[in-house]
């Protein structure tokens, strides 16, 4: 793994542009950066990034099996108990999942530690899928990588034939569209599903309705089916029609089964379950004795979060990092101080995507803080050298 320098294509930000991706500049400051790029082996991506993910996607199903069993792991998780019979019965029907992203710290020589799953609301799809493609193609025509690159991604692909296995005619997609990223990333995947011949309707979440029949409704008062939601099951729960979602019989993509996995609680439940795993950091709920065993050093994590918000990293009782947030409220986890890797004072963090179930490509943001937030820089990668 090595972070190369290079020359950036003098017409990708009207590229960007062409192909939707407006948010490629964020408050004035580069989202997109392709002034560098991570280099990859290709033992590297098989072996130390694509094999472990879909090991850790095991292990996370293994753990979903086993909350769902036992309210012990869904008290600890703070999950709703009004939601504990929709969750279970989602696992017992196997709702499939579209995608999921886990997040990973990686310095080209160690093991890979996952750091969190990011399985419900997980966005930088679309540079991912996409616009990342895009550079590797135009960046070897143009001489800027080695002719003979490759990268780890068959997203776009994978995404077509999931939605094909979803059993439906036609597929509303909802979240916050007055947020550019995550609009891009409904506006992304609705391509993906009519390119797999579903039709659609794009709408925002407040404007899902219920009918008297306790049945979701769109703005034509269209009957919901099926629905993808970018829009969190924590915040679902909460909301004024929280408790019709039983009843109702809208299928969900995230499914309600994912609301375990999308918990940061699942990381000392994972470790609990499989101790010393090569790719699992120690981490215990902050309530929890044993979290003592981490010493002064760890990173402190609220159950629920985004973009890094109420993250925390100390060390040696010195708080190093923290961003501010909302969150917190349900609870903490620690997990171990694992510093990442700094590449010229850049710390990088991997996304290794998976689609249907199956680890199928990578995305790499950056910060010169250790805290991935929304604002870190999203730089592309390439496989530029042989099995190694």
Known sequence: ???????????????????????????????????????????????????PTGEID?????????????????????????????IAESWRRRDPSLYGRLDLSYDGWSPAKLLEYNADTPTSLFEAAVFQWTWLEQAMERAIIPKRADQFNSIHDRLIGAWKKHGAKHLHLAGMVDNPEDSGTLAYLEDTARQAGLTTTPLDIKDIGLDSDGCFVDLDDNLIELAFKLYPWEWMFRDTFGEKIASATTRWIEPPWKAVLSNKGILPLLWEMFPKHPNLLPAYFEDDPKASMLGSSFVRKPLYSREGANVALVSGG??????????????????????LPSFTDQYPVLGSWLVDGAPCGLSIREDVNPITGNTSRFLPHAIVAGPG
């Open 1 to 51: 793994m090595q972070r190369i320098d290079c020359p950036e294509r003098d017409d990708w930000r009207t590229t960007a542009e062409g192909v939707g991706f407006v948010f490629h500049t964020i408050n004035g400051e580069r989202y997109w950066d392709e002034r560098a790029y991570y280099g990859f082996t290709l033992n590297e991506i098989e072996r130390r990034i694509e094999g």
């Open 318 to 339: 010195t708080t190093l990092a923290e961003q501010e947030g909302p969150y917190g409220a349900e609870g903490f986890i620690r997990q171990a101080f694992a510093p």
């Open 58 to 86: 095991a292990m996370c199903l293994e753990l979903v099996g086993r909350v769902v069993k036992d309210e012990k792991y869904l008290r600890r998780l703070k999950i709703p108990e009004a939601f504990w019979p929709l």
